[in-house]
């Protein structure tokens, strides 16, 4: 049976066979072992701890700390938080090395790297490091393309000549980082902190920052302002170095502007209609569109907030939810119902003032009611005289005389400048 096989396949079968019989007998010994499963262990210290024949299958490992684990080989893991059945991983949680450096598209979300691990010279292309702990590690020349890095923590960091081309490195965390020479072109730092970093001949080309990112403290002598095949040029300033603080101020944006970025396709239209309805829903924000720039493959929104509470992370994560939302192909259609919707909301608003002015300023007496009532079946010859009060309409506002309704007969003794008659 086995004999149009090559030696390759039956060696793939027996090692598929071995990897379900140790899956089953690491299952099977964790029936009788310590159970985490589904439990939210974040920031929990398990320093030292022999996890062998327990059920690891966790909720969320955000930054527990696995220094020195062991058996977690034998540990029952799965990687609905982050990549913990990965053999590297592992090692690279509990002992803090790794013989492989391709790290690129690992789920490390939330991951605790012990502090002085050697990272040099790793790829961490498309990596997820959202809310990791790199802190003091060395991840010198590393490759940080396309990371996802969001709240990710490199504090004391050493990051010299690292490479962070489009990565997203919002509301990150690089206080006291080495980021000399280290490359961010279209990097996204919104909101991070880079209080006391290092930040002397870092490449920028369009990066993003915004009016939270941090710069208090940074020790910069010049930046690059742009990158060309494979290398920073065009240093500023060319022939001297950065006064203290002149980097911050030149690089920091104004605390009433919003950067959102959107990568690849981008819709105008979708954009548009977002901030009516965000506007629409939240008027006190007073958001305007200052301007669109385009970036190599990504588009940059400025959006100004008039606002002195501005919340940046709030309008950017509602005007990033409802263009996500919008159908962009009824993009026009919705734009047209909301048109009607604003201009019927207007409508409705005029009304409303016009029957309080209305209520306001009629002060006629009941039998006064009753006369207009009855002049208002009368043809239009009818003469009749204004006394006493004033009046309004809802197409517009007017104010007349003060009015007493009288009989058509005196029409005669009253003064010409009151009267009014159909002479057809």
Avoid at 21 to 47: E, K
Avoid at 196 to 216: H, L, N, P, R
Avoid at 225 to 235: L, M
Avoid at 293 to 321: F, G, P, Y
Wanted: hydrophobic share 35%.
């Amino acid at each position: 049976m086995a004999a149009g096989l090559s030696v390759a396949q039956l060696e793939g079968k027996a090692a598929q066979n071995f990897r379900f019989l140790r899956l089953w007998t690491i299952a099977l010994a964790a029936c009788g072992g310590t159970s985490f499963y589904d439990l939210d262990v974040s920031n929990v210290d398990f320093s030292g701890a022999n996890l062998a024949n327990s059920d690891f299958r966790v909720r969320s490992l955000h930054r527990s700390i696995l220094k020195g684990v062991t058996g977690l080989e034998l540990a029952r893991v799965d990687s609905r938080y982050l990549d913990l059945g990965n053999t590297k991983v592992q090692k690279l949680l509990t002992q803090g090395i790794s013989c492989d450096r391709n790290f690129s598209s690992i789920n490390l979300r939330g991951a605790y790297i012990p502090p002085k691990t050697d990272l040099r010279d790793f790829d961490f292309t498309c990596a997820n490091l959202t809310g990791a702990n790199l802190s003091k590690t060395d991840l010198r020349d590393s490759c940080l393309t396309q990371v996802q890095a969001t709240a990710a923590a490199f504090n004391s960091a050493d990051l010299r000549n690292s490479v962070l081309v489009d990565a997203n490195c919002t509301e990150a965390d690089f206080r006291g980082a080495d980021l000399r020479g280290s490359i961010l072109v279209r990097a996204q730092v919104a909101r991070a902190d880079f209080t006391g970093a290092d930040m002397t001949g870092v490449c920028i080309e369009d990066w993003s920052v915004s009016s939270k990112t941090c710069f208090t403290n940074v020790r910069c002598d010049y930046i690059f302002r742009k990158y060309q095949d494979g290398e920073p040029i065009d240093r500023y300033p060319a022939d001297r170095y950065f006064e203290p603080g002149e980097f911050a101020a030149l690089y920091a944006e104004p605390e009433d502007v919003v950067e959102l970025v959107f990568k690849g396709e981008f819709n105008i239209a979708a954009l548009s209609l977002a901030l009516y309805k965000l506007q629409t829903d939240a008027p006190e924000l007073n958001l305007e569109l200052r301007g669109i720039e385009q970036r190599e493959d990504l588009w940059v929104a400025k959006i100004r907030s008039t606002n002195d509470s501005l919340n940046e992370r709030l309008i950017e994560e509602r005007l990033a939810l409802i263009y996500k939302n919008t159908d962009n192909g009824n993009v026009r259609q919705e734009t047209i119902q909301y048109s009607i919707y604003r201009e019927y909301e207007e409508t409705k608003r005029r009304l409303a003032e016009s029957e309080q002015l209305i209520s306001q300023l009629a002060t006629a007496t009941g039998s006064q009611a009753i006369a207009l009532k009855e002049l208002s079946h009368r043809s239009a010859g009818n003469t009749f005289n204004i006394t006493d009060s004033n009046v309004g309409n809802i197409v517009g506002t007017g104010t007349a005389q003060q009015f007493h309704a009288a009989d058509q007969d005196s029409a005669s003794d009253r003064p010409s400048s009151y009267q009014h008659e159909n002479k057809s």
